[in-house]
């Protein structure tokens, strides 16, 4: 069965610092997409980027980034100089070979204090 | 419009009450998803469509829970007999048919009290 981790229950960070956020995931499938979503107080999902199970090349977006490791069946998202509009409850996501729906986990509460 | 779009933001119903959430999708979007968020959790799947074709209904908690999507459009969410543990955000989503990793586009979302 298919299954996100993130330990990470909350975070607090103080303004300008960096963040990272874990997440790990199991699977038997050997294709599969892996997902960030951002979940800001006004309740909305929004998409964040999206990762192949083929492609683990690291992809940055200017002060965010992600780090996919196979090796390790995680997905890590990496916040640089993080500012207070960062503030949010942050979701990694699965989706499997043959699935159409996104397998969430838990989410990690950041709190980035000013 | 530009976003999948939820009504109402907010319903309160009393126990037992019948509640109906409407979901309208991204334009040329025929996938179609519900979720249920529990308060501090993360979004569990309810259902699935494509087009007006319900294709999973795995999610669904009880067969107090009903879905449709007559059109290939407009979905609806229907409980009867609402229950407290019903209380949840429900979302809805949208996405491209027929392609894996693409994106599911999320609505603000139902915030339901059962009271």
């Known amino acids: 069965a298919q299954k996100v981790t993130q330990a990470q229950t909350e975070i607090s960070v103080v303004e300008k610092e960096d963040v990272t956020l874990d997440c790990v995931y199991e699977t038997r499938d050997t294709t599969y997409y892996l997902f960030w979503y951002k979940q800001p107080p006004s309740g909305e999902l929004v998409f964040l980027i999206r990762r192949n199970s083929f492609d683990e090349q690291n992809e940055i977006s200017g002060r965010y980034s992600w780090n996919f490791q196979k090796s390790t069946s995680s997905f890590n998202f990496t916040i640089t100089a993080s500012q207070v509009v960062d503030s949010a409850v942050y979701f990694c996501a699965f989706r499997g070979t043959g699935a159409n729906n996104l397998f969430f986990g838990t989410g990690t509460r950041l709190t980035v204090i000013p | 419009g530009a976003g999948v779009s939820q009504s109402p933001r907010y319903k309160v119903a009393k126990r037992g009450q019948d509640v109906a959430l409407r979901c309208d999708p991204i334009s040329g979007h025929v996938s179609l998803f519900w979720y249920q968020q529990a308060l501090g959790q993360g979004p569990e799947f309810l259902t699935y469509f494509q087009n007006e074709a319900q294709l999973d209904k795995s999610g669904l908690p009880s067969d107090r829970f009903f879905a449709e999507r007559p059109e290939g459009s407009v979905s609806t969410l229907k409980i009867q007999r609402t229950q407290q543990e019903d209380s949840a955000v429900y979302l809805c989503?949208?996405?491209?048919?027929?392609?894996?990793?693409?994106?599911?586009?999320f609505g603000n979302g139902t915030r339901l009290t059962v009271t």
């Open positions: 989503a949208s996405s491209l048919a027929g392609v894996r990793n693409s994106p599911l586009h």
